[in-house]
T-cell receptor, first 114, second 111 residues
Framework: EPEVTQTPSHQVTQMGQEVILRCVPI?????FYWYRQILGQKVEFLVS????????KSEIFDDQFSVERPDGSNFTLKIRSTKLEDSAMYFC????????????FGPGTRLTVT | DAKTTQPTSMDCAEGRAANLPCNHS???????VYWYRQIHSQGPQYIIH???NNETNEMASLIITEDRKSSTLILPHATLRDTAVYYC????????????FGKGTRLHILP
């Protein structure tokens, strides 16, 4: 069964450094998402992406964040200058079509900012 | 904010049916009830969704009350692998595409 994959599984970085989290959505999916979950807290929506454009972003998704689909398979989340509070699990998700009901989530990348 | 209310945690014996309640008294006419779950350290996983009729798939059954103000997710024969946080989510069919997760119910399946 096709699945969303994410790399790396764990990323440790120093405060102020840039990080890029990578996701490979399911191959025929057209809608892509990033969510994050700070330890012990709720899963929070960050951004949705379709047709090479951001569809919607949350208040969390400020100028330090960006997303990109650099080729036909990868979907990336970049944090330009990481802060301690960016430490969280970051989940990528994808959906086949606008009318599709199910978002498929990846296993997540644990980001630790020291 | 999430438009649902769920118990913080529940226990269920292995092999028994797990019944997870959810209140969504402010649900609108075109909004669906979705259930996702999150096994520890994994990404959320879709379980089932419905509008007003009861639904069943290979994972679970969803019972929605006639007034649509509450619903129950039923795992018919719970196993230890069903231990997870279960999220009840109310969403429109189209338009607002993001998923707003609440705190969910932490379900413990006891051996």
């Amino acid at each position: 069964e096709p699945e969303v994959t994410q790399t790396p599984s764990h990323q440790v970085t120093q405060m102020g450094q840039e990080v890029i989290l990578r996701c490979v959505p399911i191959s025929n999916h057209l809608y892509f998402y990033w969510y994050r979950q700070i330890l012990g807290q709720k899963v929070e929506f960050l951004v949705s992406f379709y047709n090479n454009e951001i569809s919607e972003k949350s208040e969390i998704f400020d100028d330090q964040f960006s997303v990109e689909r650099p080729d036909g398979s990868n979907f990336t989340l970049k944090i330009r200058s990481t802060k301690l509070e960016d430490s969280a699990m970051y989940f990528c998700a994808s959906k086949k079509a606008w009318s599709a009901t199910e978002q498929y989530f990846g296993p997540g990348t644990r980001l630790t900012v020291t | 904010d999430a438009k649902t209310t769920q118990p913080t945690s529940m226990d269920c014996a292995e092999g028994r049916a797990a019944n997870l309640p959810c209140n969504h008294s402010t649900i609108s006419g075109n909004e669906y009830v979705y259930w996702y779950r999150q096994i520890h350290s994994q990404g959320p996983q879709y379980i089932i969704h419905g509008l007003k009729n009861n639904e069943t798939n290979e994972m679970a059954s969803l019972i929605i009350t006639e007034d649509r103000k509450s619903s129950t997710l039923i795992l018919p024969h719970a196993t230890l692998r069903d231990t997870a946080v279960y999220y009840c989510i109310v969403r429109p069919p189209e338009g607002d595409d993001k998923i707003i997760f609440g705190k969910g119910t932490r379900l413990h399946i006891l051996p």
